[in-house]
């Protein structure tokens, strides 16, 4: 079985500033470098469903999600805060963004996909359960991972976010649940200025400080995570697969690599492999220079795919 890629044309269609940097050619520059490096030819292709309010509705409130709704508008753009912004068709993106996740969770909990990559935006570890932030609308991983407890009787799901930004949403989404895990590693302090001071015994938050490299960057890994996922023992592994603590990337200020994000992938995999059956749901997050994105995310796709 091949590992699933799951996306969708609208996707491209959500479009905020100019010159935001959460643009299209994010999704299009790993799709064209999938292409190229013949990876394309070894994954299973699915286009996103629109996820349903039902599906939404068990992370976020209904009254946020009719907001959504109603503040789409028909031309031009309506700034939901100061930095997300919706367009005519940015309901309709996020909807399949969500709805990847779930797709994804259906696949690898039926066995199959071994595991998935979501190629999606907007991205989603910022939204809160009745508000947008940080360019995220819904959020797409809180969306899966309450799909696995619902549909699929997961009692144990971890969430691994190494985006450079804390995904401050979903900790508050799942902050209070026994059966979630999140391990968090992000700058600090920077956006959104929060999970420094907020760590529990399943919120395993890690800041690290502006110019961590690589070697500093798995030994938080390997003396946090692990420990806590080993005696966690999760049924199931999401991750938001967030590029930009790449040494190019303008937005931020961490020195990883390739090669680290190869690691981190295989590290998760390993805990995959002892307590989980394999599954993992990966999904993209944040990521802004395109070359390093592209890279990153098909040395990412590449190892799930074992290739």
């Known amino acids: 079985m091949y590992t699933a890629f799951i996306s969708h044309p609208d996707t491209l269609q959500h479009v905020m500033d100019a010159d935001h940097p959460e643009s299209p050619a994010r999704i299009s520059a ?10 394309f030819d070894h994954l299973q292709i699915f286009d996103a469903p629109l996820a349903t309010d039902e599906q939404l509705g ?7 999600i009719l907001h959504i709704h109603e503040s789409a508008p028909k031309v031009g753009l309506v700034h939901l805060d100061p930095d997300t912004a919706m367009g005519p068709m940015t309901v309709t993106a996020a909807l399949h963004a969500a709805g990847a996740v779930v797709l994804a969770t259906d696949l690898v909990m039926t066995g199959k996909a071994p595991n998935a990559f979501c190629c999606i935006r907007p991205p989603g570890h910022h939204a809160g359960r009745a508000n947008s932030a940080g360019f995220c609308i819904f959020n797409n991983v809180a969306v899966g991972v309450a799909h696995a407890m619902t549909k699929h009787d997961i009692q144990r799901a971890a969430i691994i976010d190494f985006d450079v930004h804390h995904g401050e949403g979903t900790e508050a989404i799942f902050r209070d649940n026994p059966n ?16 420094a001071d907020s760590r529990s015994n399943r919120m395993i938050n890690v800041p690290l400080p502006a110019g961590t490299d690589g070697k500093a960057f798995r030994a938080a890994v390997e003396s946090e995570f692990a420990p806590a996922l080993e005696q966690f023992k999760p049924q199931i592994i999401f991750i938001s697969a967030g590029f930009d603590a790449h040494r190019d990337d303008p937005m931020a200020s961490l020195k990883l690599i390739r090669d680290d994000y190869i690691w981190v992938t295989q590290f998760i995999m390993d805990i995959a492999r002892r307590h989980a059956n394999n599954r993992i749901v990966s999904t993209l997050e944040g ?7 592209a890279d990153s995310a098909a040395a990412h796709i590449r190892t799930l795919a074992d290739l």
């Open 287 to 293: 990521g802004y220079d395109l070359v390093s994105l």
């Open 30 to 39: 790993i799709r064209d470098r999938l292409i190229a490096s013949q990876l």
């Open 180 to 195: 979630v895990m999140l391990c968090s590693t992000f700058q600090h302090p920077f956006y959104p200025g929060y999970g």
């Open 58 to 64: 068990r992370v976020h409130t209904p009254t946020y």
